[in-house]
């Protein structure tokens, strides 16, 4: 598979300064997934999903831009799919 500098689905989080009502979110913003990406959530889904869902993982951190403090997150599969990817990858390494 050729590299892709989007490898996992990336998402853009600020507070809804604009927020009217209770209705409305706290948090929102744009998101990101590369194609690839998405053919590999589908594949974790396959191998790992239950049928119904696939367990996902994320991990955020807050930081500072020109439109004041926002929270970028990432998601990914979870881990027994990751672990299984890392080990198929260590494993092509001809040495």
């Known amino acids: 598979m050729a590299e892709r500098k ?4 990336v998402l853009w989080v600020f507070n809804n ?5 209770d209705k409305q979110p706290d948090f929102s913003g744009p998101g ?5 990406v998405l053919k590999d959530f589908v594949e974790a889904y396959k191998e790992v999903g239950d049928g119904q869902t696939l367990e996902l993982r994320c991990a955020g951190w807050t930081k500072q ?12 599969p979870a881990r027994p ?7 198929e990858k260590d494993d092509d390494i001809p040495f």
Request: hydrophobic share 20%; charged share 40%; proline share 3%.
């Open 65 to 76: 831009g020109k439109q004041g403090p926002y929270t970028f997150i990432l998601i990914e």
């Open 81 to 87: 799919y990751n672990q299984q990817k890392a080990q």
């Open 32 to 36: 990101r997934i590369h194609k690839d």
């Open 17 to 21: 300064k604009e927020k009217k009502s």
């Open 6 to 9: 989007d490898d996992k689905a």
